[in-house]
C-alpha cells in the first residue's frame, strides 16, 4: 500500500526557512510525479510545486518560484520542498501528494499535511 508522511513544519519568523520532507513507502519516489500542495484557511488547495518522475524535472507557481525549491532523495526516498523568505501569505497546511499521470495532473494519493505558520 502507497503512503506518504509529510514532516518539518513548524512556527517560522518572516523572512525564514524551512525544510518539508515527504517519505513514501510502497514506491519509490523516482517512479513517481510527486508534488507538493498547500492549503490556506478559508481557500482551496493549491498545487505550488512538483518534480517528475525518472528526469526530476521541476515545476513551480509564479508565487513560490525562486523561493521554494523541490527535490528528492532516491538514497532516502524523500521528496523535499526548500523553503527560502517565507511570508506570512504562506501560512498553509502543506501535502505532498502523488499524480499519476504527470506533473499537469491530478492527484491520487495524499499525505496527512504538516502545518507552516509564519509569523513574528
Known amino acids: 500500500q502507497v503512503q506518504l508522511v509529510e514532516s518539518g513544519g513548524g512556527l517560522v519568523q518572516p523572512g525564514g526557512s524551512l525544510r518539508l520532507s515527504c517519505t513514501t513507502s510502497?514506491?519509490?519516489?523516482?517512479?513517481?510525479?510527486i508534488g507538493w500542495y498547500r492549503q490556506a484557511p478559508g481557500k482551496e488547495r493549491e498545487g505550488i510545486a512538483c518534480?517528475?518522475?525518472?528526469?526530476?524535472?521541476?515545476y513551480y507557481v509564479d508565487s513560490v518560484k525562486g523561493r521554494f525549491s523541490i527535490s528528492r532523495d532516491n538514497a532516502k526516498n524523500t521528496v523535499y520542498l526548500q523553503m527560502d523568505s517565507l511570508q506570512p501569505e504562506d501560512t498553509a497546511v502543506y501535502y505532498c501528494?502523488?499524480?499519476?499521470?504527470?506533473?499537469?495532473?491530478?492527484?491520487?494519493?495524499w499525505g496527512q499535511g504538516t502545518q507552516v505558520t509564519v509569523s513574528a
Open positions: 510502497g514506491t519509490t519516489v523516482d517512479d513517481e510525479h
Open positions: 501528494a502523488i499524480k499519476p499521470r504527470g506533473c499537469a495532473g491530478r492527484a491520487n494519493r
Open positions: 518534480i517528475s518522475r525518472i528526469e526530476g524535472r521541476t
